[in-house]
């Protein structure tokens, strides 16, 4: 089992999301929700992650730079893999719900990036057909296993492990289970999760873009 980075967590869903940060296994602690006039359907971080730094080649085999490239936007990371039997394409679907409840207007200022975290089979063309299922407009990286760990460190997820199998033989990868976040500050406020209603995580995204974190 791997465990991940301490990320702590707030808000109604917390005693569920404290078992979710990986998939199936992940564990982090928790603390009670805030009575305030805005209830977040996302999970509020108590110490905000600091955006990370990282440069991969994104599904039309051009370099992506993380930061700069997302600049300015609500950023949602998310790293997982397309021969992902479930929560992956459960967790890309939740965010194409969410954007297409919003006004075109807001959804110009969101940028959803896939991380894969199976670069040995998730190649540009591979990741450009699969999240071509889900929404135009998102983002798929790769890059080699060294840079894609790197990209996990620096976002603070756990890294990703493949289970043993025959050379040519399917597999499965246990990753990361958390959407992360990122407002304009370069930081992550709010992590969602596989299971939130699309209506709520439309609205907390909706919020993010027109008034930015506020923590109410």
Known sequence: MIVPPRVLVRGTLAALLSAA??????????????????????AEV??????????????????????????????????GYTHCPDICPENMALLAFALKQMPAGVRSHIAVVFVTTDPARDTPAVLASWLGNFHEGFTGLTGDKA???????????????????????????????????????????????????SAGVARDLERLVNTGWTGA
Request: charge should be negative; charged fraction near 15%.
């Open 147 to 197: 840079q894609v760990d790197l990209a996990q460190a620096q976002a603070r997820v756990s890294l990703a492990s493949a289970e043993l199998a025959a050379p040519g033989s399917n597999y499965y990868v246990d990753h990361a289970a958390q959407i992360i976040a990122y407002t304009p500050d370069n930081l992550a406020h709010i992590l969602f999760f596989q299971g939130m209603p």
């Open 21 to 42: 940060v990986l998939t199936g296994c992940g564990a982090g602690a928790t603390r009670a929700h805030s009575s305030a006039p805005y209830h977040w359907t996302g």
């Open 46 to 79: 108590v110490k905000p992650l600091v955006k990370p730094e990282f440069t991969l080649t994104d599904q039309n085999g051009s370099t992506f730079d993380f930061q700069r490239d997302s600049d300015g936007k609500v950023t949602l990371l998310y790293f």
